[in-house]
T-cell receptor
Framework: SQTIHQWPATLVQPVGSPLSLECTVEGTSNPNLYWYRQAAGRGLQLLFYSVGIGQISSEVPQNLSASRPQDRQFILSSKKLLLSDSGFYLC?????????????FGSGTRLTVV | DAKTTQPPSMDCAEGRAANLPCNHSTISGNEYVYWYRQIHSQGPQYIIHGLKNNETNEMASLIITEDRKSSTLILPHATLRDTAVYYCIVREGYSTLTFGKGTMLLVSP
């Protein structure tokens, strides 16, 4: 069966520190992968998506970056965190199943920048 | 521009049907209607999707009007665990999922 792993579940980081969040997918090949962020009281915002190894599309300009070093691994990074980077970060993958190009989301990482 | 319009909140008594409306008056012929929900502090969960026919699965039913300008998600027997934000999303093919503000459904005992 297909599963998505995302860690850590919670993270508290000081302003100016680096960030690395990892997401891995099992049970599927060549998925599209996504990073979303949900700030407190706000909606889900798509940050990055990837259709293949080394292929990253950015939806919003910011001090975050993403990388896809392997087919089923997606990493979200920052060199220097800002207070505004706090939020709930979600990784997702998608593949076609009949007529459904649905997304499966991970359990998320709650990041607090202090 | 928002593609869908949903009420910000709704209440439902446990055991009753929850009917969540969504307006999508500018939907194009090849766009599907998707419904996801997000329980507090969890990732969104796929519920159901449809193009023009009504659809039903183990979670819910989706009723799409004949002109496709609106739809209703029906949870036939709401439970406390159905308390969540419900998102109605219009998209075609491989397009990315764009979430609006959704409807906060509160199911009460």
């Amino acid at each position: 069966s297909q599963t998505i792993h995302q860690w850590p579940a919670t993270l508290v980081q000081p302003v100016g520190s680096p960030l690395s969040l990892e997401c891995t997918v099992e049970g599927t090949s060549n998925p599209n992968l996504y990073w979303y962020r949900q700030a407190a009281g706000r909606g889900l915002q798509l940050l990055f998506y990837s259709v293949g190894i080394g292929q990253i599309s950015s939806e919003v300009p910011q001090n975050l970056s993403a990388s896809r070093p392997q087919d089923r691994q997606f990493i979200l990074s920052s060199k220097k965190l800002l207070l505004s980077d706090s939020g709930f970060y979600l990784c997702a993958w998608s593949v076609w199943v009949e007529t459904n190009y649905g997304y499966t989301f991970g359990s998320g990482t709650r990041l607090t920048v202090v | 521009d928002a593609k869908t319009t949903q009420p910000p909140s709704m209440d439902c008594a446990e055991g009753r049907a929850a009917n969540l409306p969504c307006n999508h008056s500018t939907i194009s012929g090849n766009e599907y209607v998707y419904w996801y929900r997000q329980i507090h502090s969890q990732g969104p969960q796929y519920i159901i999707h449809g193009l023009k026919n009504n659809e039903t699965n183990e979670m819910a039913s989706l009723i799409i009007t004949e002109d496709r300008k609106s739809s209703t998600l029906i949870l036939p027997h709401a439970t406390l665990r159905d308390t969540a934000v419900y998102y109605c999303i219009v998209r075609e093919g491989y397009s990315t999922l764009t979430f609006g503000k959704g409807t906060m459904l509160l199911v009460s005992p």
